[in-house]
C-alpha cells in the first residue's frame, strides 16, 4: 500500500499527498481491535494476519506509517482506533475523523441546540434516511450502519442533555442514484407539557454535498502539517458526525473552532 | 396610565413591576415617528395629540418615563423608537425588545447559519405561516404584517450575508384555533451548481410557545434593573426577531450572549 | 387567424389540425363577454374591435369557426363562452376545457372524496404553489390568477359537498426554472369531534406533466370529429381543473367516464 | 366463548350481537391452518388442543358457529381461513374483514390509482408508520406486523399493474399515545423519463379514526343478516386493508359497491 501511495505521488509528482477513505462503510470494528498495541500490528504485519484489522485500518495504518496524512471521511474504523492515534502521534502525522456530515446529521447538530436552548423537551426523535447509491446499499445491511446510527443517535444525546426515545433507519432506494432523501419527525413539549412537533426533509445529492468537504479537508491537513500539528486535530470537528476529543457537538461551536484554527493556520505558513 | 400601572403595583403589593406589550400588532409607525424629539412628545402630550405616537409607543413612553422597564414582544413600534431609547438612558430603565420569535423565525436563525457554514448558496427561502389565534387574525392584514415580514426577511440576509428570493406569507386559519404551522421550503445550490431542497413544518401552540419567554424576560429585565443597566439590553436578542444594537442574528451566537449576561447578573446581585 | 392555420396545415402536410391554447394565463373575461351574440362578434369583427373578446377567444373562435377542434389548456376564457360554444354546435366541432390539472388540483380531486366517503370533516383546506417558469411569473399577478385559483376552490366544495375554508396561493420562484412545488395543509375533524391533518407536497416538472396530456387531448378530440361529436366534450373532464357540463368532479370518476369514451370511439373508427 | 357471548346478550337485553375482532395484532397463522378442514377443528376441540388455531381464529369460529356475524378488524388470522369462510356459508352467517384501514392505506389506496389514470411510473413507494399505543406496541415486533406490511404493499402491486420498489416500516413512539404519523415519499417517473416525488404526512388519532368504522361494519354486518347475506361480504371491503373475493381494491370503486349494498339493503329490510 505503502509503495502504491509514493507510485502515485511520483506519477502525479506530487510535492504532498494525504489519504481519505471514501470506501463503502465495513461493520464496525471488534471490541478487540481497540485494545491492539503497536506491537500486535508489527506481528501481524509480519505473519500476514490480515484479519487482526478492517481493510480501512490497515489503509489507515499504512498512510500514517508512510507520514501521509489521513482522513477517515466514512463510519468505518479507520484511523479510529487507540493503536492509530498514538501511531499518528509517533509518526507525527495529522488525521481526522470520522464519517463526513453532509445531511441528517448536519441538520441535527444544527437544530438540536435550538430545542436544548429554548427548554423545549424531546420526546422523540425520528429519523429515516433514504439513498440510492452504493454507499445506501451498503448501509442497508444493519451490520454496516451500526456504528453509523450509533453516531446519529450520540449526537442528539451530547447536544440534548439526556436520551429522547429516537428511531433512526437507513434504507436504499435504487431509484434516488446519487440522492438522498431524509425525513426527520421531532416530537417536544413545552411550557406547561404541551407537545408540538416539528418535521423536515432533506433531499440531497450525496456527492455534491460530500466532495467540497473532501477538498477543504485535504487542504486544511496539508496546512496543518506544515503548521506542525500531529495526531487528531480536533478543530475539523464541524466536517464529521463524531467530534474529536474535546471538540464541541454543535454545528455552531464547530464552526466557530474551525475559524479559530484557520486563521491561527494562516498566520503562521 | 403611569396612574394605572402605579395603581396595579399598590393593588397587587408588587415591589417591582416590568411592562411587556403582548397586545395585537400595529400597522407600521410612520418614518416622521422616528425623526420625532423629546419636545415633539411633550407639546403632544400637551395638546392631546394622540396620534403622535402608535399606541403602543405611548404605553412604552408612560412606562419608561415613570422608571418601569419595558419589553416590546410584538411587531409593533412599542420602545423602537430613537425618542423613546433616549428616553431609557435618561431615565434610566432597561428595555428589550422586539417581537419575540416563537416559530418560523426561531427556526430560521438556528437553520441559516448551517448554510453560510456549509457554503450551500439559498436560491429562495419560502414560508407559509398558518395562525389560528387573535394574533393571526389581525397579521392577515397586510398593513399590520408589514413590519413582521420585513424582520423575518432582515434575518435571512444578515445570516446569509446575500438576499435570496424570500416569499413569506402570514394568514389565518379559523380552525387552528391558538395553535400554529408554518412550511418552510428552501432552495440550495451547492459544489459544481447542483441544486438541493430542505423543507421544514412547524405544529406549535402560539401561547405555550411564548409564555415562558415572557416570563423570563420579566426576570431578566428587573435583574438587569437592579445590576444598574440602562437603555436597550442587547443580551437578551436571543428572544426576538429582531436582534438590538451589535447583538449577532444567529440563534447560537445570541444564546451565548444571554448565557454571559445570566452568569455577570448572578455574580453581581 | 385562419389563414395561419391552414398555411400550417399545408406546409407540414397535415390532414387533420387541433388548436390547443397553451399560451400564458389571461386576466378573467369580463361578464359582458359571456353575454355576447353571434351577432356581436360578427360586428366586432367589422369594426375591428379587438377588444370585445380576450385574445384566447378570438383564437378560438377562428379555429372553431373554420371547422377545427380546439382545446383551452388554460384558465384563460378560450372557448368558455356561451356563444363560443353554439358556434362549436353550429359549425360541428368538438372543443374541450378548460385548464389541464397537472398538479394540485390532481391531487385534490382524488383526495378530496376520501374525506367525504369517510366523513371526516374539512375544517381547512390551505395550498401554496410556487412555480418557476414563465406560467408562474404570469400567476403571480393578482388578476390573472384569479379564475384558476376559483377553479381550485370550487373542486373542492363541488366534491366535499360544503366549503371549507380555503386559502391557495400561487407564487414565483425564480430558481425552480420548469418545476413546481405545492404544499397542501388539510385540517379535518372525526369522530367526537377529534382534529387530525394530513399534509402532502408535490414536485413536479410542469412540461412533463403537461406534454403528454396535450398530445392525449390533440388524439382524442380527432377521433372525437371522426365519430361525429360536436361541442363541449364533457368525457375529456378528468384532464381539467373545471369539468364540462354534468361531468363528475372526482377524478376516479371522470376516469371512468374517459374510459367508457375511448372504447366508445375505438368501436366505432 | 359461546357462553360468554350468550350471557352478554342476555345481562344486555340484545336482540342481535356482532362479534368484532379489536384485539391486538397476532403473528401470521401457520401454512397448515389454511388447510384445516371442520373435521381437523372438531378433533382439536375435542383434544383441547388450543394451538390448532390462532386465538382470534378460535373466537372467530365460536362467533360463526354459534350463529353470530363477525368483523376481523385486525391483521390476524381471525375468519380468514378457508375452513371458517366455510362454516359462515354453512351456518348462514354473514362475515367481514380484514384490518381496518384508517391512514396510510387508506390514502394509499385513493392515491395510487392517480398514478395509474396519468400514466406515471412509480419507482419506489416508501411508508413510515409511527404508533404511540399499544397496537403500534404489538406491531413494532416484526413477526406481529408480517402480515399487515404485506397487505399495505399488495394493495400498491393490485392499484399500480406492477410492483414498484416498496419499503414499509411500522414502529412504537411511547409520546405518541393514541396517535399516529405516517410519511410517505413516492418517487415517480412521467413524460420522457423525468423523474418527480410526492410526499405526504398523516397525523391522526387511532381510536377517532377506527371507532365510526366499527359502528358502522356492526349495523351493516346485522343488516346483512336481516337480508339473507352469508359468507364474506365482500361489498365492505371499503372498510379493510385486505379486500374480499373479486372487491375492487381503489378506494373510490369500493365506496361505489358500499353505497350500491347499501342502498340494496335499504329497500329490502
Not at 451490520?143 to 453516531?151: D, F, I
Request: aromatic share 8%.
Amino acid at each position: 500500500l505503502q509503495t502504491d501511495i509514493r507510485n502515485f505521488a511520483r506519477n502525479k509528482q506530487l510535492d504532498q499527498v494525504v489519504v481519505i477513505n471514501l470506501a463503502s462503510t465495513e461493520p464496525q470494528a471488534s471490541s478487540e481491535a481497540e485494545r491492539l498495541t503497536g506491537d500486535d500490528l508489527t506481528q501481524a504485519l509480519e505473519r500476514s494476519e490480515a484479519n487482526t484489522l478492517p481493510t480501512s485500518s490497515w489503509v489507515a495504518y499504512a498512510a500514517i506509517d508512510a507520514g501521509f496524512p489521513y482522513v477517515n471521511f466514512t463510519a468505518s474504523a479507520g484511523a479510529d482506533l487507540s493503536v492509530l492515534a498514538q501511531l499518528a502521534q509517533h509518526r507525527r502525522v495529522p488525521i481526522a475523523g470520522s464519517d463526513g456530515k453532509t445531511g441528517e446529521t448536519l441538520v441535527r447538530t444544527i437544530l438540536a441546540p435550538m430545542f436544548y436552548q429554548r427548554n423545549l423537551r424531546v420526546l422523540s426523535w425520528v429519523g429515516n434516511n433514504l439513498l440510492g447509491n452504493r454507499d445506501g446499499k451498503v448501509l442497508s445491511e444493519p451490520r454496516n450502519r451500526e456504528s453509523k446510527l450509533r453516531a446519529k443517535e450520540e449526537a442528539l444525546t451530547k447536544l440534548l442533555g439526556y436520551s429522547p426515545q429516537t428511531l433512526t433507519s437507513i434504507d436504499h432506494v435504487d431509484s434516488f442514484d446519487d440522492w438522498k432523501t431524509a425525513w426527520d419527525h421531532v416530537h417536544f413539549q413545552g411550557f406547561l407539557g404541551v407537545q408540538m412537533a416539528m418535521q423536515f426533509t432533506w433531499q440531497g445529492c450525496d456527492s455534491a454535498l460530500a466532495a467540497p468537504l473532501v477538498i477543504d479537508l485535504a487542504r486544511l491537513l496539508l496546512a496543518a502539517q506544515r503548521n506542525g500539528r500531529v495526531g487528531a486535530v480536533e478543530e475539523l470537528s464541524v466536517f464529521f458526525k463524531r467530534p474529536t476529543g474535546n471538540a464541541p457537538h454543535d454545528l455552531a461551536g464547530q464552526f466557530e473552532r474551525l475559524k479559530s484554527f484557520a486563521n491561527s493556520l494562516s498566520r503562521r505558513s
